[in-house]
């Protein structure tokens, strides 16, 4: 699989299905009937001790379009200066499970499909990735319980060998609490998540092998009338700080 555009589509999905698939505005904790999300993150920087919005980062702008039932149905991701470099689209069955992904280039050609199958008895889920030519680029493996939360995940590439596994324990209100990770290299991190009153991530901490807090990111947010965040403050290991702008259109 790769790493990419890829990566950010799934491999930092918390949520997944289950008997009957938990909404894309779930998963993402957005309230109301929202159409679509343009996201723009920016550097943010202390000048003569005011902390000023500099210039876009690249890697991080998108554009992301849901339906009236809250599934994704199609997302960009663009330059700093608004120049799309890459799209993909979803494909779901009649009961809202997601069968495929077709992910394009800045030029629209295909550049990897990826391809959903699930056992509802196991709570199973196999996501496997396909280049533009049919082959076989990588898989992920993953189960749920029986809210449709994800307790496990595993990723293999294109010759299955192992790459990395991971754990998810959540809170009462469903939230990723702890996320235990460990490569093929076993070296193992372990990632502790704390709230707000608004279900959204306040802090992350970062643990090594023997349990000592290595990094830290902190978060503050802006709303809309909504209840959305519209804008995020990410402070990271104390030093250097990312602003997100986000632009929610709703039905």
Known sequence: MRYNIVTLLFLFSLLGY?????TDWEKENLKGKVKSVKSITY???NDNGKMQKGSPMTGFNTLVSYNIKGYKVSGEQFSTDEKII??????YEGNNLLRQVDVFNQKKQVQEIMKH????????EDVNGYDANGV?????IACYDEKGLKINELLLDSKENFLMKSEFIYDSKSNLSERYIEDKEGKK???KYVYDEKNNV????YYGNGGQLYGQKKFTYKYDN???WIERIEEIYGMSQVLTERKITYY
Request: glycine share 8%; no cysteine.
């Open 86 to 91: 890459g799209s993909w689209v979803y494909i």
């Open 43 to 45: 550097q943010y920087i």
């Open 202 to 205: 306040i802090e992350e901490n």
């Open 18 to 22: 289950a008997q009957y698939p938990i």
């Open 226 to 228: 909504q209840g959305n």
């Open 189 to 191: 991190v372990v990632l």
């Open 136 to 140: 076989f680029t990588g898989k992920q």
């Open 117 to 124: 199958t699930y056992n509802s008895k196991t709570q199973k």
